[in-house]
């Protein structure tokens, strides 16, 4: 079937658009014609967003409940990385975020969970050990290793931290960091031994210095951590090494958008809307070699078209030729998913999170001050005197301390 589309198209090179005619054939791009239109009847047609580093669980969606949102603001691809359901359900989680995914028009590209138990001080379900670990990474589902949380474990060149960096190499997959804070020779110790990105970077000076030894800098902006607002000036100097992620996101948000409110943020502070794109479409399917295609004659035609660059309001989503979502409304349908865990608890009474001081109280406790829009924390004391109520019971009130 034959499906013929005209709006403006970017051209990368000349940091252009043109008026165009798209020709698809088989999900794919059979022409690309020029058209001799003013500019401003037509919409824009963009290649597809693609979120570059989502744990898909923490949408609280199956994979395939998630496209069906994300379509709707032209997300057509994620970067995903299965540690949570693998820390629960191990392989068999992995494998069922893989197949659920499948059966759904949209482009999820899982990775190998390399933390899993993230530290040894969890209570997990499952050890992804070495062997587990190439497994996975010679599957051509699984394009990346993910997430190399063990950051110290690198550095410290843990047996079995190397082995599994070396099962990546070996395969040619790239390796993702997780870095918060790593800075100046220790970043470098970490990136040299052949990590290619970070999402972690909550100061503009750290993710630069990053940037400057050449790691790939993906900027993340979610339901839990936000660092848009750190980093996205650096975009201008460094289109070539940036993405943009979500890292988690909420169904709440993800109702609101996705990628493409990052990208009219980006576009509204005055960033080129070539480099905004880069980041959020081209140089993911560089690095992760996708099979994402980017409006060029035989790719496979995925793309979205947008009114207007600045409110980036999403009017179709194209995936592999599929009209997969228009005007707010997702083409995808809800699947029937099978259920591999229950989580079976009894009820939560208050006293069982009840603690009760040593006696006699000591004079000042320990305590992990949370910041609120990231996820690091800091290391605090606190004067029991704040923390104690009238019950002899130990309580955190943020308002007696602050
Ligand atoms: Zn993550």
């Known amino acids: ?20 005619r798209l020709t698809i054939e088989n999900g794919r791009i059979k022409s690309i014609e020029k058209l001799e239109v003013a500019p401003g009847t037509l919409p824009f047609i963009l290649p597809g967003l693609i979120d570059s580093h989502v744990h898909i669980e923490s949408s609280m969606l199956v994979p395939s409940e998630f496209a069906r949102l994300a379509v709707v603001h032209g997300t057509i691809a994620t970067i995903s990385d299965p540690h949570e359901i693998a820390n629960v359900c191990g392989l068999e989680g992995v494998e069922y975020m893989i197949n659920n995914g499948k059966q759904v028009p949209f482009k999820f590209y ?15 379900g499952a050890n992804l050990d070495v062997a587990s670990i190439k497994a996975l990474l010679t599957r ?55 990590i290619t990105t970070d999402h972690e970077c909550f100061s503009r000076e750290e993710a630069l210095d990053k940037l400057q ?34 890292d988690d996101k909420h169904p709440d948000s993800l109702v609101d958008g996705h990628i493409n409110q990052l990208c009219a943020r980006a576009v509204a502070r005055g960033i080129s809307i070539f480099k905004v794109l880069k980041a959020a479409c081209l140089n993911p399917v560089h690095h992760y070699q996708l099979q994402v295609g980017l409006l060029k004659i035989g790719d496979p035609a995925d793309f979205i078209v947008v009114d207007n660059l600045k409110k980036f309001k999403v009017k179709q989503t194209f995936i592999n030729g599929v009209l997969v979502a228009q005007n707010g409304k997702s083409n995808i349908k809800s699947i029937e998913s099978e259920v591999i865990n229950h989580f079976k608890i009894r ?11 040593p006696s006699p109280a000591p004079e000042n406790l320990q305590v992990i001050e ?28 943020v308002e007696k301390i602050f």
């Open 370 to 397: 949370a910041l609120d829009g990231q996820l690091i924390t800091n290391k605090i004391e606190i004067s029991t005197t704040h923390l104690i109520d009238a019950q002899e019971r130990l309580n955190s009130n």
């Open 347 to 357: 009820p939560i009474k208050l006293s069982d999170l009840e603690f009760l001081p």
């Open 110 to 124: 899982f990775g190998a969970p390399s933390c899993v138990p993230a530290t040894e001080f969890e209570t997990a």
């Open 213 to 246: 030894r050449g790691m790939n800098i993906i900027i993340r902006e979610g339901s839990a951590a936000k660092n848009f607002d750190a980093l996205i000036d650096l975009l201008e100097t460094y289109p070539d090494q940036m993405m943009f992620c979500s």
């Open 140 to 194: 051509p589902e699984i394009k990346y290793l993910s997430e190399m949380m063990n950051f110290p474990g690198v550095l410290g060149q843990d047996i079995e931290v190397l082995e599994k960096i070396k099962a990546a190499k070996d395969l040619h997959k790239p390796i993702d960091g997780h870095a918060p804070g790593l800075r100046g020779e220790v970043a470098q110790r970490y990136i040299d031994a052949g």
């Open 1 to 20: 079937m034959e499906l013929k589309i005209e709006g403006l198209i970017p051209d990368f090179v000349a940091e252009d658009f043109f008026p165009a």
